[in-house]
């Protein structure tokens, strides 16, 4: 992305940006505010860090003001893209500020030669289910997601 995408969101100037590892305290507050999302080991500072430069200029927040109101982490493995913890601060929801983050996103992977993208989201997020299942994306009932710790 490189420059910063302004939109009018419900009448309010949004400002989308690359997400950088100063923003990590911020957008984590974020995520700890928005039910549904669940944080783990994964999820701290430095594994952050470590997912940002791995992914560069994929992930993104966006701010009104200085404030931090929406982010996307957004990577790619070579075949196939993932989005993690798409959040938008209640007070800011309705306003398509999550559909544009995930259409940047979509475009930048697109960008990188990656025609799919997934998502994981909890059966009991509610909201989150919601969102995925209006903004067209199929969920699937076809494989099983198996984790190991190592």
């Keep these: ?12 100037d949004i400002t989308i940006r690359e997400m950088r590892t100063d923003d990590y305290d911020e957008v984590c507050e974020l995520w700890r ?5 669940c944080l783990s080991n994964a ?5 952050i860090q470590k997912f940002l430069a791995r992914n560069s200029g994929l992930s993104l927040v966006c701010c009104h003001g200085n404030k ?10 070579g075949r196939r893209g993932h989005l993690y913890h798409v959040a938008v601060a209640e007070e ?3 306003k398509g500020i999550g559909r ?18 997934h998502i994981f989201v909890y059966p009991g997020n509610d909201i989150g289910n919601a969102f995925w299942k209006s903004a067209g994306w ?12 190592v």
Excluded: P, W
């Excluded at 992305?1 to 419900?10: H, K, R, T």
């Excluded at 199929?138 to 710790?149: A, F, G, M, P």
């Design 33 to 37: 505010k928005t039910q549904g999302m």
């Design 68 to 77: 931090i109101v929406g982010v996307v982490l957004c990577g790619h493995d």
């Design 138 to 149: 199929e969920k699937r009932d076809d494989i099983y997601v198996y984790s190991k710790s």
């Design 1 to 12: 992305m490189g420059m910063d995408v302004v939109f009018s969101a419900g009448g309010t």
């Design 43 to 47: 999820d701290r500072k430095e594994n």
């Design 100 to 117: 544009k983050l995930v259409e940047i996103c979509l475009g930048k992977l697109r960008a990188e030669g990656i025609d799919k993208c």
């Design 92 to 94: 800011y929801r309705g």
